[in-house]
């Protein structure tokens, strides 16, 4: 039996369509980002999940007393340093979520993706988000929430200028790494230095362009929020700019992670299966184990309520 396309004498496309192979992406996650300051900071493994910050005690220091002797003076000076009798501790935090995925779905559905590691991709990705966030904005160990009042400043002009980086690398004078800002900060900021004629030099880091000042590299991150709203396309708005140091020899700021974990992935995350229901679903609890401090008041400053629209004076 003879069978003809009455209509154009062509096999439609619809037709040809269910022959086709099709070519497709593993699923593509919008809230995912680089997360800078988890890359940047230097991390330090815990064995027991707490954290000792020794200081010396505030006042007269050994330096004060050996700088206060006449030079004419041979007696040999004699002191001692004293600690904080009560030095903080930072007991790590857990980020932890459960995925579930019904075997009947991973048995039959697994190619060319295998649906548990999408899963579990996609769950790390957004526990990985939220910690970046949480060292930033925790009420207990987020860096915001632990500058010293004497390291905050406000923005001479409302939105950021290079008279208040410079301000900045004041406070964090001591070798400091980076700094740390809002995309739209960092867009305002490149607007006020070319209209002042100082365009911000550019450098490659890790295959990616950043700008600079007095060669600090810029890195954004959209978890220094803008009105304490997450939201990048925002033309308005208030936000922060950090500057950093990092590292433990240099007193700095530093991330700490738990070491050793059963199942562990990455630095402070751990995957373990728990098994499967009668109803055939899989569970898998994913933790993660962190939390950040300062260890010297000038290891870090931050610039306050900076404004990211465009506003000028002439």
Known sequence: MEYINTKNDALSADTAYNLADVAKTAPQYDAISPRWLTRLLEWKSLDTGIFRLNKVRQGETLLDVLCSQDEDDNKIPESFIDYEPNPREYILNSISTII?????????YSKPYDQIKEQLRLGIES??????????????????????????IQTLKGY?????????????????????????????FSRECTRRGVPPVTVNLYNSH????????????????VDGLRKPEMKSGKTNILLIRTGEQKQGVIGLHQGGLPGEESRGLSVRFMGIDNLGIGTYLLKIYCS???????????????????????
């Open 210 to 225: 950043f700008i600079t000042w007095r060669g600090i590299p810029i890195f954004p991150t959209d978890k220094l929020l």
């Open 100 to 108: 579930k995925i019904d075997t009947r779905v991973s048995d039959l």
């Open 292 to 314: 950040a401090a300062v260890l010297t008041d000038d290891a870090i400053a931050v610039l306050e309520d900076v404004e990211i629209g465009n506003y000028y004076e002439y």
């Open 160 to 188: 950021p200028t290079p008279d208040d980086m410079d301000e900045l690398i004041a406070k964090v004078w001591k070798e400091p790494s980076f700094f740390l800002a809002h995309p739209t900060a960092i867009a305002a």
């Open 127 to 152: 526990m990985k988000e939220r910690q970046e966030s949480s060292l930033i904005n925790h009420k207990k160990y987020g860096l915001i929430n632990n500058i010293a009042p004497s390291q905050r």
